[in-house]
Antibody
Framework: QVQLVQSGAEVIKPGASVKVSCKTS????????ISWVRQGPGQGLEWMGW????????NYPQKFQDRITLTTDTVTTTAYMELRSLRSDDTAVYYC???????????WGHGTLVAVSS | QSALTQPPSASGSPGQSVTISCTGT?????????VSWYQQYPGKAPKLIIY???QRPSGVPDRFSGSKSGNTASLTVSGLQAEDEADYYC??????????FGTGTKVTVL
């Protein structure tokens, strides 16, 4: 079955970076995109970007363009999200999701809590 | 890209129907037939329940249905059950560099 298993919770100091991993299994990794979505405490869902494991192409919304890097490793079928220059309002649960056509996210990771605190 | 507008809350008694709206613009909901709906329980990851406006993934009960008219999409839950009490989010494709989610609706089963 399709699974996306994310790395564990992190506590990060303001101004530092975090890199979250998303290990996939149960499907052909290069046949689907991976998107990242975050959810602040008590907040809604926010799309952070998309990557094609097949080509390495990425799409980022303007809000995160300067601070985010999405990568994949096709050997280990793992996706990564790096977010830099963290601020307190980046405290959120970060999800990876398998992306079908039209930004339909049919399978999700369990989420990784990133807490930004001094 | 602004978030799609959903009512903050909706409620119904068991067996009743509840409909949640999701209003966007011609650049997102109205421009593409790629509207999805997600169900989320507290502390859990979202689950896809409707995609491409009205398609249900395998395993999703047919009590859940989706539709779209102009810039507004809707999710209807018929025959409401206690387990349907959750948060619901819509999302829409909005071009290659833009996917937008709705503000979310908390459904309460009375």
């Amino acid at each position: 079955q399709v699974q996306l298993v994310q790395s564990g919770a992190e506590v990060i100091k303001p101004g530092a970076s975090v890199k979250v991993s998303c290990k996939t299994s149960g499907y052909i990794f290069t046949n689907y995109g991976i998107s990242w979505v975050r959810q602040g405490p008590g907040q809604g869902l926010e799309w952070m970007g998309w990557i094609s494991p097949n080509s390495g192409d990425t799409n980022y919304p303007q809000k995160f363009q300067d601070r985010i890097t999405l990568t994949t490793d096709t050997v280990t079928t793992t996706a990564y999200m790096e977010l830099r220059s963290l601020r307190s309002d980046d405290t959120a649960v970060y999800y990876c999701a398998r992306a079908m056509l039209g930004d339909t996210f049919d399978h999700w990771g369990h989420g990784t809590l990133v807490a930004v605190s001094s | 890209q602004s978030a799609l507008t959903q009512p903050p809350s909706a409620s119904g008694s068991p067996g009743q129907s509840v409909t949640i709206s999701c209003t966007g613009t011609s650049s997102d909901v109205g421009g593409y037939n790629f509207v999805s709906w997600y169900q989320q329980y507290p502390g859990k990851a979202p689950k896809l329940i409707i995609y491409e406006v009205s398609q249900r993934p395998s395993g999703v009960p047919d009590r859940f249905s989706g539709s779209k008219s102009g810039n507004t999409a809707s999710l209807t839950v018929s025959g409401l059950q206690a387990e349907d009490e959750a948060d619901y989010y819509c999302s829409s494709y909005a071009g290659p560099k833009s996917c937008v989610f709705g503000t979310g609706t908390k459904v309460t089963v009375l």
